[in-house]
């Protein structure tokens, strides 16, 4: 199962049996006092800088979201992906709850990457959602990123995570779109609120890997959110994620990338520890 991400001139693929692939989390005013006001001010200059900067950290794809209060989504999204798309040269994920900022964006992604193909970030299991986000990703036959949640909420099992990645499949697979380009997010929650969150994600994971075999994102750091300490609940979690089938984990690059490129090492998919120890080299030379 290959999901073939494309920007003007980078591919990017994402199978289980490729190197984990990072998507750069950074650009996202969630949380960001700093990067939230420059975007209400129309400036871009720190997302310029975070884009250099993620590259830089490991980033193999791009997650591109202006989302903050008062920000004209519709105006703003498409010029950060511009932005990042003259910026660097790697796959690019819209990431938006706004279907008009996702159609502005895929169609400044076209105009500038006319044989590209993006990453939409996302769609989820509640009908209204399926119904507005499916069809943008056939007509601009891009790839998506599909939530385990739907209009009941996040599921507080395995299975009912299952169930619904499934149902994503599916309703994607009616509109003629395959499952290589759905992405499934099981959806970390902090195990600071619930010692059984952690477990319920990953055996979404373990399910969905064996049953549905497509590949699979994650805001793992999520699962230590309200922690001490979160980096080593992070990476013990993504090396146990990786290990059951996620692929490409939405994370900060420049926090996660030596836990990430340990799982590959360990399970096999750094021949010769090549990109383990090319990292390392790199950053001691600094
Ligand atoms: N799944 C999918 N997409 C997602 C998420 C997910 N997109 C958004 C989010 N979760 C992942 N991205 C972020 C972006 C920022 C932060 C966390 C996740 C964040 N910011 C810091 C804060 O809030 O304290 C500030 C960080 C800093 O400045 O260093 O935590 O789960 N599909």
Redesign the pocket.
């Given at each position: 199962m290959e999901t073939i991400l494309k920007s003007a001139k980078k591919t990017v693929v994402i199978s289980p049996d490729n190197p984990t692939r990072i998507i750069g989390?950074?650009i996202?005013p969630?949380?960001?006092k700093r990067l939230a006001a420059s975007l209400l001010e129309g400036s871009l200059e720190i997302v310029e800088k975070e884009a250099l900067e993620q590259i830089e950290a490991g980033a193999d794809i791009l997650?591109v979201?202006v989302g903050a209060a008062s920000v004209d989504e519709v105006d703003m999204l498409p010029k950060a992906v511009k932005l990042v798309m003259e910026t660097v040269d790697v796959p690019i994920c819209i990431?938006s709850a706004d279907p008009n900022a996702l159609r502005a964006a895929l169609e400044m992604h076209r105009e500038m990457a006319p044989e590209g193909k993006p990453l939409i970030?996302?769609v989820n299991g509640e009908e209204e959602r399926l119904e507005l986000i499916l069809p943008l990703v056939a007509e601009y036959k891009a790839a998506v990123?599909g939530?385990a949640m739907d209009d009941d909420g996040i599921p507080d099992t395995a299975e009912k995570r299952f169930a619904v990645a499934k149902k994503i499949v599916d309703r994607a697979g009616a509109l003629g779109i395959p499952p290589e380009d759905i992405v499934i997010?099981c959806?970390?929650l902090t195990v600071g609120a619930d010692s059984k969150a952690g477990l319920i994600t990953l055996g979404a994971i373990d399910m969905v890997r064996s049953e549905l075999g497509v590949n699979m994102?994650?805001?793992?750091?999520?699962v230590s959110f309200g922690l001490p300490e979160r980096e080593v609940i992070n990476w013990a979690f993504l090396a146990m994620a990786i290990q059951l089938g996620l692929n490409a984990p939405?994370?900060?690059a420049a926090k996660v990338r030596e836990a990430i490129l340990a799982a590959d090492l360990l399970l096999g998919r750094d021949d010769y520890s090549m990109r383990y120890i090319k990292a390392y080299k790199k950053r001691i030379k600094k």
């Amino acid at each position: 199962m290959e999901t073939i991400l494309k920007s003007a001139k980078k591919t990017v693929v994402i199978s289980p049996d490729n190197p984990t692939r990072i998507i750069g989390e950074r650009i996202n005013p969630t949380g960001k006092k700093r990067l939230a006001a420059s975007l209400l001010e129309g400036s871009l200059e720190i997302v310029e800088k975070e884009a250099l900067e993620q590259i830089e950290a490991g980033a193999d794809i791009l997650d591109v979201n202006v989302g903050a209060a008062s920000v004209d989504e519709v105006d703003m999204l498409p010029k950060a992906v511009k932005l990042v798309m003259e910026t660097v040269d790697v796959p690019i994920c819209i990431d938006s709850a706004d279907p008009n900022a996702l159609r502005a964006a895929l169609e400044m992604h076209r105009e500038m990457a006319p044989e590209g193909k993006p990453l939409i970030n996302s769609v989820n299991g509640e009908e209204e959602r399926l119904e507005l986000i499916l069809p943008l990703v056939a007509e601009y036959k891009a790839a998506v990123i599909g939530l385990a949640m739907d209009d009941d909420g996040i599921p507080d099992t395995a299975e009912k995570r299952f169930a619904v990645a499934k149902k994503i499949v599916d309703r994607a697979g009616a509109l003629g779109i395959p499952p290589e380009d759905i992405v499934i997010d099981c959806l970390a929650l902090t195990v600071g609120a619930d010692s059984k969150a952690g477990l319920i994600t990953l055996g979404a994971i373990d399910m969905v890997r064996s049953e549905l075999g497509v590949n699979m994102t994650l805001g793992a750091s999520n699962v230590s959110f309200g922690l001490p300490e979160r980096e080593v609940i992070n990476w013990a979690f993504l090396a146990m994620a990786i290990q059951l089938g996620l692929n490409a984990p939405i994370v900060d690059a420049a926090k996660v990338r030596e836990a990430i490129l340990a799982a590959d090492l360990l399970l096999g998919r750094d021949d010769y520890s090549m990109r383990y120890i090319k990292a390392y080299k790199k950053r001691i030379k600094k």
